[in-house]
């Protein structure tokens, strides 16, 4: 079992939809938790993080964790072309040096 | 945050080369990652370079066919050494802050070996 699963997708959607991405870990020492966004041919950009459980919303992001589960969420509302790129969770469980990524979901938004 | 370059951007190689990436930051930064990312799959995490001293190797690399050097707090290099096909990836620098979490990444280098 991988540490981190999450589902390659891909996933289309029209402009205007609510988006859910999601992750399962395995390793119940992760408390720190990302979202990165990944276009084609760039690196990853750090787009949202959380500590620990609970939510966490930035403009139409929104990042939810569930350490009992062990199960992250990112929403994306009022989803725009431009959100069209591969999102990857990624968390670690106290500084940098074990941070596991997920493979990345691809997501289409479709005007 | 940090921004980070790395060359070459992309480069086709023959199979028993070596090719050596560059990663090049316009701030000191605490840490330096190397990732690789092949198609389909997550990002793995190939060591971590210190400064000063030896890399920190993640289980299956080693430092015979990836050898990583950082002289200073702002650049470091990666060196895939006798390549095979097998090999052809995305390399990724990442940068981040001891006692922090957050990491941000340079744009790859895609390595293509025939």
């Known amino acids: 079992q991988k540490e981190v699963e999450q589902d390659p997708g891909p996933l289309s959607v029209p402009e205007g939809a609510i988006v859910s991405l999601n992750c399962t870990y395995s390793?119940?020492?992760?408390?720190?938790f990302m979202w990165y966004r990944q276009y084609s041919r760039k690196g990853p950009e750090l787009l949202m993080y959380t500590y620990s459980s609970g939510n966490k919303e930035d403009g139409r992001f929104t990042a939810q964790v569930d350490k009992s589960s062990k199960y992250i969420s990112l929403f994306i509302r009022d989803s725009q072309p431009s959100d069209s790129a591969t999102y990857l969770c990624a968390m670690t469980s106290q500084n940098n040096n074990d941070m596991r990524f997920g493979a990345g979901t691809r997501l289409t938004v479709k005007p | 945050s940090a921004v980070i370059s790395q060359k070459p951007s992309r480069d086709i190689c023959q199979r028993g080369t070596s090719l050596t990436i560059q990663c090049q930051v316009d701030s000191q930064v605490t840490m330096m990652f190397w990732y690789r990312q092949q198609p389909g799959q997550s990002l793995t995490l190939i060591a971590t370079?210190?400064?000063?001293?030896?890399?920190?190797?993640e289980s299956g690399f080693v430092i015979d066919k990836f050898p990583i050097s950082r002289p200073n707090l702002t650049f470091s290099t990666l060196t895939v050494s006798n390549m095979s096909p097998e090999d052809s990836s995305i390399y990724l620098c990442?940068?981040?802050?001891?006692?922090?979490?957050?990491?941000?990444f340079g744009p790859g280098t895609r390595l293509t070996v025939t």
């Open positions: 370079a210190n400064q000063g001293s030896e890399a920190t190797y």
């Open positions: 990442s940068v981040g802050t001891s006692g922090t979490y957050e990491q941000y």
């Open positions: 390793n119940s020492a992760f408390q720190y």
